[in-house]
């Protein structure tokens, strides 16, 4: 089957840096999203990888390893608007998303 | 602007009716989507439509129905059927690219009394 693996929940403290790690077994890889999503709200795209390596978009970082099914993104100089949940998504073979449950991350000040 | 809308953003429903959740998109996108959203889970497709007049069913796609009779508007129906429909609702469209992101709604929050 299937998966797409992340932690429950992180915390972290402002103006630090957090790394939310996604592993992934799917059929077939056409990308991984990373999106985020505040409590209520809905989810906003925050990056794409399809090629290894890192990507850097301003204070968040998004890191793809294919051979290791494994991303991480990476958020630095923490602020409290950042808490939120942040969901690893994997478009497989068949160009369909798969999602994980989601990080939740905690900010504390 | 451009963007996706869902209505209602809150809905309560007594068993044994069925309710339809509306999504309607000005951004040109070809491909609709609907998902259903559980407390620690991932999101979960149910309905999907990547052309007008044509539709293809999710993962979940049991006691949901949906219509695409125009590009714009991919409304979706709760029907009586679905055993358990509480639950947050996210509409999604994406453009022709395939690789494309998906821009979300804001959501239906359905409540089953």
């Known amino acids: 089957g299937q998966n797409i693996d992340q932690p429950t929940e992180m915390t972290a403290t402002e103006g630090a840096i957090v790394q939310i790690n996604c592993t992934y077994q799917t059929s077939g890889f056409n990308g991984l999203f990373w999106y985020q999503q505040h409590a209520g709200e809905a989810p906003t795209f925050l990056s794409y990888?399809?090629l290894d390596g890192l990507e850097e978009k301003g204070r968040f970082s998004s890191f793809l390893s294919r051979s290791k099914g494994y991303s991480y993104l990476l958020l630095k100089e923490l602020q409290m608007k950042d808490s939120a949940s942040y969901l690893c998504?994997?478009?497989?073979?068949?160009?369909?998303?798969?999602w994980g449950a989601g990080t939740k991350l905690i900010i504390k000040p | 602007d451009g963007g996706i809308t869902q209505s209602p953003k809150y809905l309560f429903r007594k068993e044994g009716q069925n309710v339809t959740l509306s999504c309607e998109q000005n951004l040109n996108h070809d491909a609709m989507y609907w998902y259903r959203q559980d407390p620690g889970q991932g999101l979960r497709l149910i309905y999907y439509s990547q052309i007008v007049n044509d539709f293809q069913k999710g993962d979940i796609a049991e006691g949901y129905s949906v219509s695409r009779e125009k590009k714009e508007s991919f409304p979706l129906t709760v029907t009586s059927a679905q055993k358990n429909p509480t639950a947050f609702y996210l509409c999604?469209?994406?453009?022709?690219?395939?690789?494309?992101?998906?821009?979300f709604g804001e959501g239906s929050r359905l409540t089953v009394l």
């Open positions: 990888n399809v």
């Open positions: 998504a994997v478009m497989d073979s068949n160009y369909q998303l798969i």
């Open positions: 999604a469209s994406k453009g022709l690219a395939d690789t494309g992101e998906l821009f």
